[in-house]
């Protein structure tokens, strides 16, 4: 499974759409190389990202932490 199928999968989740009020019409847009508009999508994003490009977990915190420090 390719990082991009990992990333829609996760957007794919009710749970994901019901607690964080996103429409699945706007999860069904996203995609993992370009800027989102969710905070939380934002973040799952990174995550994958940063496994994808063998980050340490450190790093990937941090790169969170900045995002969360930023809503």
């Not at 996760?10 to 019409?25: A, G, M, N």
């Not at 999508?41 to 496994?51: D, F, L, P, S, Y």
């Amino acid at each position: 499974m390719t990082s991009e199928e990992i990333f829609k999968e996760v957007l794919r989740s009710p749970e994901l759409q019901e607690i964080f009020e996103i429409s699945k019409k706007d999860l069904e847009q996203e995609n993992l190389s370009t800027k989102v508009k969710q905070p939380v999508v934002e973040i799952i994003q990174a995550i994958i990202n940063g496994q994808e490009n063998n980050r340490s977990k450190d790093a990937i915190f941090q790169t969170i932490q900045k995002q969360i420090m930023q809503l």
